[in-house]
């Protein structure tokens, strides 16, 4: 069965990558949740999309720049006012959460941009120190992190993210040690699918998010996708399952 999870959390209906998100997500009953980290200034592992906090919260400058203490003042609910004060989570915040719940977690190293030092040492640790190893999906767009992670700790998955198409990316998954390929839903078909299985990669297209595309994807039978409305999700795979 195909896997939803709650992309920054269930990030259309609630502010993108806060516990309340996360905790929507859980209610709804997705699968597991995505999220992002990097890290403040003084090395916490924080959960946020962008490399500054400009679009998110009601404050401006760079995540790497500022303290954890400073990151907690700003308000994250940006576009869902109504939810009040929502601060930015440490990945901590969201593992002692979490680690309750029976919810996969995806992580996303945003380290594409910002090369941040000992980040996958740090995530790792955290991983180690509440046991989720066999719940957690390491990704990101910076693919030597993700074989840096793979020497770390072998034990947990890493997926490559990718936006465009690519020659063979089995090949190079395998290259990589990667156990999924996480591509952009564009670069997707059927045949993409039964071809990333018979090379054992698994395959979670993102970001999906309108209703045709979630059953197109569950036809295909992707092994998860990334969607901002999980709960949407869930009602569409129930009747998408219901059809075949």
């Not at 910002?114 to 190893?133: F, G, N, Q, S, T």
């Not at 947990?156 to 839903?185: F, G, V």
């Not at 018979?198 to 092994?223: C, H, S, W």
Request: glycine fraction near 4%; hydrophobic fraction near 40%; charge should be negative.
């Amino acid at each position: 069965m195909t896997h939803i999870f709650a992309h920054r959390g269930s990030a259309g209906t609630h502010p993108e990558n806060t516990m309340i998100s996360f905790m929507e997500a859980a209610r709804v009953e997705a699968d597991g949740i995505e999220l992002d980290v990097q890290l403040s200034r003084d090395g916490v592992v924080v959960v946020i999309h962008d490399e500054t906090v400009n679009r998110t919260t009601d404050g401006t400058g760079w995540v790497g720049q500022m303290t954890y203490r400073q990151l907690r003042k700003l308000n994250a609910n940006y576009k869902f006012k109504k939810y009040g004060f929502c601060p930015i989570p440490s990945l901590q915040e969201v593992f002692e959460w979490a680690k309750n719940t029976s919810l996969l977690i995806n992580i996303e190293l945003k380290n594409n941009l910002i090369p941040y030092e000992r980040l996958e040492e740090k995530v790792i640790e955290l991983v180690e120190r509440y046991d989720l190893a066999s719940r957690v999906i390491f990704s990101s767009f910076n693919h030597e992190s993700m074989a840096t992670c793979h020497q770390l700790a072998p034990h947990i998955e890493t997926a490559l993210l990718y936006m465009e198409k690519l020659h063979r990316p089995w090949s190079y998954a395998h290259t990589l040690q990667a156990l999924a390929l996480h591509p952009y839903h564009p670069t997707v078909d059927r045949a993409f699918v039964e071809l990333a299985h018979a090379n054992d990669l698994l395959v979670r297209p993102f970001t999906i998010n309108k209703e045709a595309l979630m059953k197109t994807m569950f036809q295909y039978g992707v092994d998860g996708i990334f969607t901002d409305f999980p709960e949407k999700a869930q009602n569409v795979r129930e009747k998408t399952l219901r059809s075949l």
